[in-house]
């Protein structure tokens, strides 16, 4: 007879014998137990999974499959399934060998013919590999969205060049100035060569909030999320992809609602979301006689927040727009048609969605949401 299971009270032997090599063939662990915790029975696959056999374990503890640090998990487990509750949950087991496994775990309560509970049954996968899979595919998706922030910046460089050279041209003529001055032995022109200090000194700040933002911009994100007041998240992207918009003759307009407050999001991929609508709505109206750009954020009812990125362009072609966000679907001549893909990526990990909708200003607006921050407790 395979395995030893547990022969339910009012059934035949050939019913019992049939349940038996149904749960001894499952592909999943099956462990029976008593309410004190003592493994009643034990399947093939729960050898397989947890490396003893069938003999080591039946009798024994379930808490000799405890992990470092698991141990009262198993008593809370058994608790209520007490009260008749059914349990599911993912967490880790300790295997015979010492290695430390994850497993999707589907603990019900056993009774007998009066209703009464007897025991627990405890149907347990392994998904270890499928855990590795997801957090290789979490590490592949950080490097492609840190290689489109670098090529972002490439496109960049020479408005950022011209950005940052102002300052730093603005600073060296405060210097140049107050070096003549302090050469007079003028009262005024000493206090007008300390004003030039000053100015020369601001331009420099200036300057080097440019290269603080374009830093935190290209590096990598740490994929934590966090409290965020959306109105400096929003503010800071925006300061990055404007510069050198406004000498393309572009109007912007950045509405925020009241009380848009805090949003719980990895800072610099929402902000790499908005860097790119923003430098792609600016692209797609490069060839437009009104070129208005408008970015808005208000909470919704669902305690989400919503950030639209509208132009006056030309619209979407309707055979993009139904591929739009898949990857290396592009119109620009040089792109790599992998920018929208990340954005929705990324909004759809922090639990919102991306779309676009034709603009009522005429071309088109993109929307995502992001889940607002709660309301925190006093």
Not at 24 to 32: E, N, R
Not at 133 to 152: N, T, V
Not at 203 to 221: D, G, M, N, P
Not at 303 to 311: F, H, K, P, T
Request: proline content about 4%; glycine content about 8%; aromatic content about 2%.
């Amino acid at each position: 007879m395979p395995g030893k299971q547990i022969v339910e009270s009012g059934r035949t032997p050939d019913a019992a014998f049939a349940l038996a090599a149904i749960v001894d063939s499952a592909v999943a662990a099956i462990v029976g137990k008593s309410l004190n915790g003592i493994v009643t029975s034990w399947n093939r696959e729960a050898e397989r999974i947890f490396g003893y056999a069938a003999d080591e374990m039946i009798g024994r503890p379930i808490a000799t499959l405890a992990a470092p640090g698991r141990g009262d998990e198993m008593a809370r487990i058994l608790a209520r399934i007490r009260t008749g509750e059914r349990v599911e949950l993912e967490t880790e087991r300790r295997r015979k060998d010492g290695r430390i496994i994850e497993v999707a775990l589907t603990v019900s309560p056993i009774r007998d013919d009066s209703g009464r509970i007897i025991g627990a049954s405890k149907i347990a996968r392994d998904i270890s590999e499928r855990r590795r899979s997801e957090r290789r595919l979490q590490e592949l998706q950080g490097e492609i969205s840190h290689i489109s922030r670098l090529s972002e910046m490439g496109h960049m460089a020479s408005a950022l060049a011209h950005e940052v050279n102002q300052p730093l041209t603005a600073a060296a003529n405060y210097l140049t100035a107050a070096r003549r001055l302090l050469g007079s032995r003028d009262a005024a022109a000493q206090d007008r060569a300390i004003g030039a200090i000053d100015g020369a000194a601001a331009q420099v700040t200036r300057a080097a909030e440019i290269v603080r933002r374009l830093r935190a911009f290209v590096r990598k994100a740490e994929g934590a999320q966090q409290r965020e007041d959306m109105l400096q998240v929003i503010a800071e992207a925006s300061a990055l992809a404007l510069i050198g918009v406004r000498e393309q003759g572009v109007e912007v307009a950045i509405r925020a609602a009241p009380g848009i407050g805090e949003a719980m999001v990895d800072k610099i991929q929402i902000q790499q979301v908005l860097v790119n609508l923003v430098r792609n709505a600016v692209e797609a109206m490069a060839g437009s006689a009104r070129r208005e750009l408008a970015i808005d954020a208000k909470p919704t009812m669902d305690a989400m927040i919503e950030v639209g990125v509208a132009d006056t362009g030309p619209g979407l072609a309707l055979d993009v727009a139904a591929r739009l966000f898949q990857p290396f679907v592009t119109t620009k001549p040089q792109g790599m048609g992998v920018g929208l893909s990340i954005c929705r990526t990324i909004v759809e990990a922090h639990g919102g969605r991306l779309w676009a909708e034709a603009s009522d200003g005429g071309g088109t607006v993109f929307r995502f949401t992001i889940p607002a921050a709660p309301s925190p407790v006093r």
